[in-house]
Structures are given as C-alpha cells and as structure tokens.
C-alpha cells in the first residue's frame, strides 16, 4: 500500500481537487442516506486522505474512525480538522492488518472512496485486504467502495492520450484548479498527471479494475448483496465517471 508518488505538491492542492462542496453536491447525499438507511453509526473510513469524508460524516454525527497511511496526507487531515472543530480518531494502519488492529465485528460500516483500494496492484493483496474489511464489520455491516471507469479509459485509450479524456467534473473529484488526465495508459497500471492552474503538477499510479473485476473481488471476499451504482445513481451506466458498490457482510 505504497502512496509514494503522491508528493507533497499533490497534498498542497488535494483540497482544490476535490472541491469539498461539490462533492457533496454531486453525490447528493448518498453516502449518509446509504449510512442511515442501513442502521450504521460506528463508521471506519479506510482511507482519510485529506478529511473530506470523514470530517463531514462527524459533522453529521456519526462515530468515525479514520485510517491513512500517509503521514503527510494524515497531517493535512489533521490540520483540516482543527479549523472545522472536529476531532479525528486517526489510525495508520496496512489494510490487511485491520482485522488485527481492531478485531472483529468493529464496525458497522467501512468507507473506501476516491478510487483508493487501485493503489493497490496485487490479486493477493486485493483479496487480503477486501477480507480484512469483512471481518471488522459486524453481520450486517456494510462496504461503500468506489472506483473510477478505468474500462473507459482502457477502450478508449488512444482518444485519451490525444487529449480527448471525457470527464464531467460533477463527481468526486470537483475542483475547477485541478485538472487530472491519463498520461500513461496500459492493462496492469495507469498514471494520472494533476495539475494544478498555477502549474504545479503531481503524478499517481494507479491498477485499472477491468470490467466487472472489483465487483468479483468482493463478491469472492464473502460480501453478499452487492449493489451497483453510476455517479450515485442506482444501476450500471457505461458513461459514468465513477462507479460506487455497496456490499452486505
């Protein structure tokens, strides 16, 4: 679970990436509706990043924990933190080390968004870590897991390293300073150049998910009941940005 090229001219501009208001905006309260509506209060967000998710669903009143391995990602979280009032119960913890680090039945759903689990580049590790989320969430629990539309950008490869790369703006990743394009396209890894307006630039590698992969991993984790969405909205739409999943443990 190696983040390293995420610089720290990356964390510099995060926030302007994501554009925190948007992102709200475009999911349309899904991700606390989601929460509700499956009986959750006791929430691990897997990956904090900057705070966006974690500090909003403390806001909304919900028990969170919050895990990230990079400690400059950490420390701008913690620092977003302090000016919004909150306080962030921060771990640091490998993903295949959680059902270790808090035992089982801890929580009673996981969050992992923002494409993060394509940091990873291995079946094995997937797996491994896909497994240690199941088992740290009680019967009945549940993973909200994202991940971009890499089939697009494979299919489209070509178009895209033209400079044709369809995407909206609308989801996840909002902010207008930032603009994120495939510089670097192939089966096993894709690199994403962000740059920002006043020039500044950071680089992240990333595995592309195939078609109906992620969802396989999941459902061979023992998850159960998966249900698909398409930029928040229910159902699988080939021109979406971003593809959310929803699993029962």
């Known amino acids: 679970m190696d983040r390293t090229d995420y610089s720290q001219v990356l964390v510099d501009f995060w926030d302007e990436y994501i554009d925190w208001n948007k992102r709200r905006e475009g999911e349309n309260g899904f991700l606390v509706n989601t929460l509700k509506e499956n009986g959750c209060r006791k929430i691990l967000d897997a990956s904090l990043g900057t705070g ?8 909304q009143g919900f028990d969170v924990t919050s895990n990230e391995i990079d400690a400059v990602f950490a420390r701008k979280a913690l620092e977003n933190a302090a000016k919004e009032a909150v306080h962030i119960k921060l771990t640091g913890y490998d993903w295949r080390e959680l059902d270790e680090k808090f035992g089982r039945a801890s929580f ?5 968004q923002g494409n993060s689990l394509t940091h990873l580049f291995k079946k094995q590790v997937q797996m491994r870590t896909l497994s240690a989320f199941r088992n740290v969430l009680r019967p009945g629990g549940i993973l909200i897991i994202d991940e971009r539309n890499y089939g697009y950008m494979l299919a489209e490869k070509e178009k895209i390293l033209n400079g044709n790369f369809r995407y909206s703006g609308k989801y996840v990743y909002c902010g207008k300073k930032v603009k994120c394009v495939p510089i670097e396209i192939g089966p096993e ?3 994403l150049k962000a740059t920002h307006e006043n020039g500044k630039a950071g680089q992240m590698t990333l595995y592309p998910f195939k078609d109906g992969e992620l969802v396989s991993l999941i459902r061979q984790a023992g998850f ?4 698909q969405y398409s930029d928040f909205k229910n ?5 979406a940005d971003f593809f959310q999943y929803v699993a029962k443990k």
């Open 224 to 227: 159960e009941n998966i249900e």
């Open 52 to 59: 966006c998710d974690s500090i909003y669903l403390l806001k």
């Open 189 to 191: 890894k894709i690199v």
């Open 235 to 239: 159902g699988h739409d080939v021109g």
């Open 108 to 112: 009673d759903a996981i969050i992992l």
